[in-house]
């Protein structure tokens, strides 16, 4: 299946550093290593490996049983955007590492075809010729018409760089997951509905026949059957079989587990009300399903009525017949969904994996900024459910990983990925993933095994295969490890009662590999079949869905407990030893207990002492190869870093860590000099909801920029902003004053978690409730009586707002001698690019956040030390802190003291009521600014 | 005189943060304060709400008038248990008085009896009687039972009532000041009389505002700027009778321009005192007259850009009066001999031209004549905020300001710093509640 041994993609950056060092002609003192594929585009970051394509995009390939493997279609759907490179070429490859076990047809001792409810496989591919690496995502559907019911599926994620494919692999698996289960589930619904109409041709076809069988026997007085009427009876027989056959088929795959997706927009027809229907499948089948999944069922019963065709006993040859397109095969609308989830994952991760990482990093430290973070972040940006792997870049930032469910939730894998040392002999990387918890599926899924009658087993125990690889361990294959028997992978299975046996015991086998493949997994979610829907089959392999595997080829689980649960690991053993037994024994139904998810294994980071970890470099020095070796898997090299941040996770595991780190140690020296580049050119965000936000912002970055290289009175005017006092633009252009007012938005701070407090135009006289409301306001300026309002409103009102004109260039606004702001907008600043300049104002503006929180949640700065101290000591108290401890000078200080009010406001507020917005204001003369 | 104004430093004004209750839907002319924070509102739309002054949170909102409400008084007193009962009672111009439960936020009774709209309310807590005025006067009890009403007065009936000691109560009734005696009927043990024992007809105009300034004191305004200080036991004018038109007060406006004035430039809408003076919003102006000195001490002429609708005294010498024009004032008594050094410097930058100009008080000052009192009125602080007439005002002390006015809103004007750290206390106060303050391991 595997082809020629691809070691290239591993060497090639030796390879190319021989090259550079070859070639430079001058003395070796002045030579500059030259850019190696200065042909390929100005930009250096590009693409180093010279690949054909220009931005990662989306394949999905079948192998298709008559011309083999073959594209569908790509995701962006242009031309361009994979180039020159291989479609086909690439297809074969991603086609020919199809890990899934995709037995088919009738299984010895069986009398039915069996359907094989295989599970997904997750496969990194990495080709040097092409400069490609993939993430590879093997499904396969069900087919009526095709070579033992499937159709074998992939979509491949394809990047130039590699590790963005490595280090995002935890997202893209959970995202392409997310992609399969939805085609999956409409396959499922097309099969049935399929399935249906063949039951009713059948039938329609065997009442045909016996009507003709009985006509004959009426004309045939002879006392002997003509060659006819055998033939006819040998048709109705096998009309006959095939109705069981296909009545056997249909209650597999309604008997397929429910299993309810995450995304619950996959699933408008969610089961509610389903079990009242009534369901003519039922009625025709009986005992299909049960309790178990309504949903199915339910989705099972939209079948229009269909007229049905007498059947030809002799099926059409194979490469006759058209074989269903992947948009039949699947109902339209889960079709949809699909392409819409695969759209979205190539959105999510696209540009440099530098951009995906530090999006992660930062939106996780925000998270974990919750006092603070309103103030200048868009909420909207923070609320977004993060991508599904998140919270492990960072967990324990999490705010609540401490109570109940973040524990839990903690408990989900944490994952190491140690990069073995790649020689020109392939060596092994051994790559660690723990299991993922499906804590909310388990339950479910355990309920609806156990309250399956006895006699569905039959089917029930239709084969779910596992992928040969091993649960959720990435591994990787080596050629020297290639040729391992079924049997070996198998006895290494249960030998080392790892203390997270509860999470993933898998049975895996490995099979030759002798290429680059990296990487192997199968899909969470379908190793979490119950015991009876595994195999009796002989040579089916288990899958052991709550045990570790833990063998020696490169897989390694470090016991990381946390000394508080050492004593829950004896029940671990014990399941452990329970579950060994089971599995030796292959007996199809095991305790439900078994089933059960053992949540108090407590997972602790791995984490290192001291090693401040560095968020992804070009090139990491050899010897910092065991910090390299330890890329985390879901991107966060620097995940470790908020841990140390974190006192919390500071005690306990530290031993442990260690011992695993050094454990791991001696296989990490995998150097990887040009890791992050990327194959974008485009540099662009990494979350859906970004995208406009991003857009907004490098608009506002660049217009901010505009702003205070035009404008000499930029700084009172930001400042006004700072410290709340409401600004308005004041003018007749009303694209003029929303271009302005876009620029200085990002100087708002929140009011609370809402919209910002900016209103981009008002044709409306001011009055006092708007500036309680808005920080920001663009009005209009006209020479019409209104206007004359407008203007005596805004004189009226003066003391509490800035104005600048923007139509004869003036700001009206009190004095600012601060130095936050001169750093905050310098007009001299070198900063060309927007979204450049709009970090720059972020990182600053944290800053002053968190001296707004400092200053806050000193106690002893806003109350009495002791009972007897005047008000006046604490008051200085509070200035000297303000002016010495933060360093703040003249008006800086008011902005801190208004980040302060709204800190504590928002922390005083109850969520439940939306509180009264004050308005807070100085009696500070104003002065008029003039360019 | 222009009118004085004050730059926009401000460093004797506390008001620095300020809350906007919004509710009404109609002109607010009533705010009556509960107790220590809590105040009722009224107004045009016939809504009367209850507002926590500290929060500025809505406690109630009582609906059951269906015109404009014309008179509120709050009536305090212990019920069987001792416990203290809040009420008030309101009238409106549908002619009926209903009496609100402050702690239930419920209307405990409604009397709709009323031949006119009563105008005015007075609660006499001594008697535990309440009185109404309208064309007739009414004095009921805390049950809302009618003890003994008056014959009918005049068609424009009372527009104000003060307690006098004796149980006699004043009553402005037109050009009249009437005086009325509640006694003790012969018959039921319930039952009272009401006698009118004088008529006083001293008054040109209509009188406006009347007030009692203690037990042996009550002072009435009336609409041309006169204003008569009375003794209170015998109703006979304490004082000669003080026009704030009087030419010797005024030397360089002419006898003959007093007439042309429009007579709500010299009316006195409203008066109030402490021991020592009475404070009169007279038209645009504002005045202080000692009784001990039975004159004018301290005047300020046009201390609003329009008619000044409300005047109040606070403990610390300092003086509130709100306008028409929609400002609110805060105003400082003070001796004449510090002028010189009170003189506040101008601003730095106005010397360049930046901003607008701070017209200093001082200007206004130095215009002094050499027969002005001792004591002159020095603008600290002006709180801009309504953009109508304010109606009124409620002064809470500690808690802020309470202003009511025609553009519908009522804004809680309150001392920024104090906010700011009671915030911070109840900030550190949530941080121990929750558990937030330990170090989380």
Same mark, same amino acid.
């Given at each position: ?38 042909? *390929? ?118 990047? $130039? ?123 025709? *089948?009986?005992?299909?399903? =049960? ?51 695969? *759209? ?27 006092v603070t973070?309103f103030l200048f ?113 198998? $006895? ?95 007996? =199809? ?38 910090? =390299? ?84 009175f930029?700084h009172p005017a930001i400042y006004s902003l700072l410290s709340g006092r409401t600004l308005v633009v ?14 200085l938005?990002?100087f708002v701070p929140n009011c609370g978690?809402y919209?910002k407090p900016v209103k ?5 006289p001011l009055h006092l409730v708007d500036f309680q409301k808005w920080k920001l306001i663009?009005l ?12 005596h409103a805004l004189s009226r009102y003066s003391r509490y707002l800035s104005i600048l ?6 700001l009206r606004c009190p004095l600012y001698r601060g130095t936050v702001v001169?750093?905050?907008?310098? *007009? ?17 503006l944290?800053?002053l956040c968190?001296k707004a929180f400092l200053f806050t949640f000193c106690h002893h700065l806003h109350l009495p030390?002791?009972?007897?101290e005047p008000q006046e000591s604490v008051a200085s108290r509070r200035m000297n802190f303000l002016k010495l401890q933060l360093?703040l000078a003249n008006e800086d200080v008011k902005i801190v003291q208004y980040l302060a009010e709204l800190l504590k406001l928002h922390y005083i507020q109850e969520?439940?009521q939306g509180g009264n917005p004050l308005l807070r204001f100085d009696y500070v003369p104003s002065f008029l600014y003039?360019? | 005189?222009?009118v004085q104004t004050i730059g926009e430093e401000q460093i004797q004004n506390p008001y620095t943060e300020l809350l906007v209750l919004k509710g009404?839907?109609?002109?607010v002319?009533?705010l009556?304060q509960?107790?220590d924070c809590r105040f009722?509102s ?9 507002w926590n002054a500290q929060t500025g949170e809505k ?194 406006? #002419? ?5 042309? #004035? ?24 504002i ?13 300020q002429?046009?201390a609003h850009d329009?008619?000044v609708l409300h005047i109040e005294k606070l403990p610390n010498r300092q003086l509130i009066s709100c306008s028409?024009d929609g400002s609110v004032r805060i105003w400082e008594l003070r ?7 009170e003189?506040v410097p101008t601003g730095f930058f106005n010397?360049?031209?930046f901003g607008r100009a701070n017209k200093q008080a001082n ?14 009125l020095e603008l600290v602080g002006d709180l801009i905020g309504h953009s109508s007439a304010v109606q009124m005002f409620l002064y809470f002390g500690e808690l802020g300001l309470a202003t009511c006015s025609?553009d519908h809103l009522i804004i809680l004007w309150k001392d920024g710093e104090r906010e700011s750290s009671l915030r911070s206390l109840t900030l550190f106060q949530k ?6 303050? #330990?170090?989380?391991?």
């Open positions: 299946m595997i082809s020629a041994p691809d070691v290239v993609a591993f060497t090639r950056e030796e390879e190319l550093e021989d090259d550079l060092y070859r070639e430079p002609p001058l003395p070796e003192e002045y030579s500059v290593p030259l850019f190696p594929f200065a042909g *390929h585009g100005a930009n250096p970051w590009a693409k180093v490996a010279g690949s054909k394509f220009t931005r990662d995009f989306i394949l999905i390939s079948e192998f298709s049983e008559q011309v083999g493997p073959q594209p569908l279609l790509t995701i962006p759907d242009d031309a361009k955007v994979s180039g020159t490179f291989d479609l086909n070429y690439f297809s074969l490859r991603i086609m020919s590492v199809d890990y899934q076990a995709s037995f088919v047809g009738h299984p010895p001792g069986s009398a039915y075809p069996k359907l094989n409810f295989v599970e997904d496989s997750k496969v990194v591919l990495g080709d040097s010729k092409e400069g490609a690496f993939a993430y590879v995502h093997h499904l396969t559907l069900y087919d009526l018409e095709a070579r033992g019911f499937v159709r074998p599926f992939c979509m491949a994620y394809i990047s $130039a760089d590699e590790h963005k494919i490595m280090q995002q692999f935890q997202e893209l698996s959970a995202e392409f997951s997310k992609a399969s289960e939805c085609l999956k589930t409409g396959n499922r619904k097309a099969f049935a509905n399929e399935l249906e109409k063949k039951l009713k041709d059948l039938d329609y076809t065997r009442t045909v026949l016996h009507n003709e069988t009985e006509v004959q026997k009426k004309a045939n007085d002879k006392g002997y059957y003509t060659t006819q009427a055998i033939e006819k009876a040998n048709e109705l027989a096998s009309v006959e079989k095939s109705i069981i056959e296909h009545q056997d088929l249909l209650r597999q795959i309604r008997s397929y587990p429910y299993r309810k997706l995450k995304e619950s927009e996959f699933h408008p027809y969610e089961p509610e009300g389903a079990l009242d229907r009534a369901d003519p499948g039922c009625d025709q *089948h009986p005992a299909p399903s =049960g309790p178990a999944e309504p949903g199915e069922m339910h989705l099972y019963t939209h079948i229009p009525s269909y007229t049905p065709k007498l059947i030809k006993a002799k099926s059409t040859k194979c490469f006759d017949k058209k074989l269903k397109t992947l948009e039949e095969l699947c109902d339209v609308y889960f079709f949809t969904q699909t392409l819409d989830q695969l *759209h979205h994952i190539e959105r999510t991760f696209r540009g440099d994996v530098c951009y995906l990482l530090t999006e992660q990093i930062s939106r996780a430290l925000l998270k974990q900024q919750c973070n972040e868009d909420m909207s940006f923070l609320d977004e459910k993060p991508p599904e792997k998140q919270y492990r870049g960072c967990q324990g930032l999490d705010q609540d990983a401490m109570d109940g469910k973040g524990l839990e939730e903690s408990l989900a894998p944490k994952v190491v990925i140690s990069l073995g040392s790649y020689k020109s002999s392939v060596e092994c990387v051994p790559i660690k993933m723990e299991q993922e918890m499906e804590d909310s599926e388990e339950p479910k899924m355990s309920e609806s095994v156990t309250s399956e009658p006895q006699e569905n087993l039959d089917y029930l125990d239709a084969d779910i295969k596992g992928s040969i690889s091993s649960g959720e361990s990435i591994e990787v294959l080596g050629t020297e490890k290639s040729g391992l028997t079924k049997s070996e992978s198998q $006895a290494s299975l249960p030998v080392m009662p790892s203390p997270q046996a509860g999470r993933s015991k898998v049975g895996s086998r490995r099979t030759v590999s002798e290429d680059s493949i990296e990487v192997l997994s199968t899909c969470p979610s379908e190793s979490l079949i119950p015991e009876d829907f595994k195999a009796s089959y002989p040579s089916a392999i288990n899958e052991e869905p709550y045990a570790d595997n833990d063998d020696e080829r490169g897989l390694r689980f470090a016991p990381r407990l946390s000394p508080g649960v050492a004593d829950e690991q004896d029940d671990v053993l014990k399941q452990e030893s329970l579950v060994q037994v089971d599995a030796a024994c292959c007996i =199809g139904k095991e305790s439900p207990s078994f089933l059960e998810p053992l949540p108090e294994l407590e997972q602790k980071p791995c984490e290192e002492d001291g090693v401040v970890r560095i968020p992804p470099q070009p090139s990491r020095p050899a010897e910092q190869g065991l910090c =390299g070796g330890f890329p985390s898997h879901d991107g966060v090299p620097g995940g470790l870093l908020p841990y140390e941040l974190d006192p919390r996770h500071l005690s306990g595991s530290r031993e442990v860590s260690k011992s695993s780190l050094d454990e791991c140690s001696d296989s990490t020296s995998y150097i990887s000099s040009a890791a992050s580049t990327c194959s974008d050119r485009t540099p662009s965000p990494a979350h859906r909801a970004c995208q406009a936000g991003d857009r907004h912002r490098k608009r506002a970055g660049q217009n901010a920029l505009r702003f205070i290289r035009q404008y000499p930029a004041l003018g007749e252009d009303e694209t003029m004053v929303k271009k302005l007012v876009t620029a938005s990002i978690v919209a981009h135009w008002v044709t409306s663009g209009q300026r006209t020479v019409s009586p209104a206007g004359v309002n407008v203007l004109d923007a139509d004869s260039k003036t001169a750093r905050l907008a310098d *007009h001299r600043t070198q900063i060309k690019r927007g979204t450049t300049y709009y970090m720059h104002v972020q990182s600053i944290t800053q968190s030390i002791s009972e007897r360093g969520p439940g003039k360019i | 005189s222009s009404h839907q109609d002109i002319r009533f009556v509960i107790d009722a009224a107004g045009d739309d016939g809504i009367v709400f209850l406690l109630f909102e009582l609906h059951g008038h269906t015109q404009k409400i014309t008179a509120i008084a709050p009536f305090s007193s212990s019920d069987v248990s001792e416990e203290k009962i809040h009420l008030i009672i309101t009238a409106s111009a549908d002619r009926t008085v209903i009496v609100w439960d402050c702690i239930s936020g419920r209307q405990v009774q409604k009397v709709s009896c009323f031949h006119s709209t009563v105008k005015c309310l007075t609660v006499l807590q001594r008697l535990d009687v309440w009185l109404s005025g309208g064309s007739d006067l009414c004095v009921w009890n805390q049950k809302l039972d009618l003890l003994c009403k008056t014959s009918h007065l005049t068609d424009a009936g009372i527009s104000a009532l003060v307690e006098l000691p004796k149980n006699c109560v004043a009553a402005a009734v037109g050009k009249e000041l009437v005086i009325f005696r509640l006694s003790a009927s012969n018959s039921g043990s319930e039952g009272w009389n009401v006698l009118e024992v004088k008529r006083l007809v001293d008054h040109q105009d209509n009188i406006l505002s009347l007030v009692s300034v203690n037990d042996l004191t009550f002072v009435t305004g009336s609409h041309v700027g006169e204003l008569i200080v009375w003794d209170a036991l015998d109703w006979t004018k304490q004082a000669p009778e003080c026009n704030f038109w009087d030419s010797s007060l005024h030397p360089d406006v #002419q006898p003959e321009i007093k007439l042309s #004035q429009s007579p709500n430039e010299t009316s006195v809408q409203h008066l109030t005192s402490d021991e020592e003076c009475v404070f009169a919003a007279v038209g645009k102006g005045y202080v007259y000692n009784l001990q000195m039975k004159r004018v001490i301290a005047c002429r046009t329009s008619s028409e001796e004449k001999q510090q002028l010189p050094a003189t010397m360049w031209g200007q206004a000052a130095k215009k002094m004549q050499e027969n002005t009192p001792m004591y002159f025609a941080l121990a509640q929750n558990g937030d303050l #330990q170090l989380r391991l």
